[in-house]
């Protein structure tokens, strides 16, 4: 079909054809190929009306830069059009920026007390979904102008993910600054302001392949600031994502996540005064409290 090679015209191949209609990520990542952030949002608010931007940002936007990831490996994403994606997401982050990480009105009216208590198992010294922190329940050392540091891993991508979960973090009363991959290579960590940092959070698209990148860059984060507690975010959740031992111990990490929401829960657990979660992975499964 035509809309098949043509941009612009892949409703027509969804019409006329036998594929199926585009899933809420792939109408993503094609609005944002084409330059429109405003059909992306409407979009957006559509999914927002019976769930929190977390979960928007975890099951729709992370998937959408997984996608772009991977095309970027397959060299089908060529410049121009990747320049006009990260600034179309860029976009779409900021707007959303006014709404909350509260479920709607009807959708906390459907939690079940089941799946309220497996939040609490998953990370028990979180608080709830939306609530705050208050300054005085902060454990000494996040009680500074920006205790978290969200870094990029490796490139752009990843710098979109470490601004929508400093975005989250906001909305839960924990301020953060974003650091680009630049800052933080081998030539310019010296540099790198870890004043008042009680936790760094690295956010990774996740597409497979080496890790070498990584753990070398926990090593400099390490090395910089020894003290400040690392948390790697590996973007975005798969049921068949695992995370073994020896590779948590390569890497050095001291959390591991595979989504946003739980990024958020791992840092509140942190900054809240109460005793320091272990050290462990989290796995999509754990995610959706199975």
């Known amino acids: 079909m035509l809309g098949r090679h ?25 609005r944002m190929l084409a330059g429109d952030p405003d059909e992306a949002e409407e ?30 490996l397959r060299g089908t994403l060529e ?18 920026d006014e709404r909350t990480d509260f479920p709607s009105e009807t959708a906390e009216a459907e939690e079940t007390e089941v799946e309220a208590t497996a939040d609490r198992q998953t990370s028990p010294n979180a608080l709830a979904a939306g609530e705050e922190v208050g300054g005085d ?32 973090l906001g909305k839960h009363g924990l301020k953060a600054r974003i650091v ?19 936790m760094m959070c690295i956010s990774f698209i996740n597409v497979g392949g080496s890790t070498a990148r990584l753990r070398y860059l926990l090593r400099r984060l390490r090395g910089r600031q020894p003290t400040v507690r690392l948390l790697l975010g590996l973007w ?16 050095g990490a001291d959390f591991y996540v595979t989504s946003l929401r739980e ?28």
């Open 236 to 251: 975005p959740a798969q049921d068949t994502e695992v995370v073994d031992s020896d590779l948590r111990r390569a890497l």
């Open 79 to 96: 410049a121009p059009r990747l320049e006009r994606f990260i600034a179309s997401m860029d976009e779409l982050i900021h707007d959303l």
């Open 180 to 198: 680009p991959h630049e800052a933080v290579s081998r030539t310019r960590i010296a540099a790198l302001d870890v004043a008042g940092i009680a």
């Open 263 to 290: 990024a958020v829960r791992t840092c509140l657990a942190e900054a809240y005064q109460a005793p320091r979660p272990q050290m462990r992975l989290v796995t999509a499964a754990q995610e959706a409290g199975q």
């Open 137 to 168: 329940q902060l454990a000494p050392e996040w009680q500074t102008e920006t205790p978290v540091l969200c870094i990029a891993g490796h490139g752009a991508l990843d710098e979109l993910a470490a601004r929508m979960l400093a975005q989250l």
């Open 6 to 30: 043509i941009e612009g015209l892949e409703s027509f191949d969804v019409l006329l054809g036998d594929r199926p209609a585009l899933t809420p990520t792939e109408s993503l990542y094609q």
């Open 43 to 72: 979009q957006a608010e559509r999914y927002l009306a019976d769930q929190p931007l977390s979960s928007y940002y975890d099951e729709v936007v992370l998937e959408a830069l997984r996608l772009a990831a991977n095309d970027i």
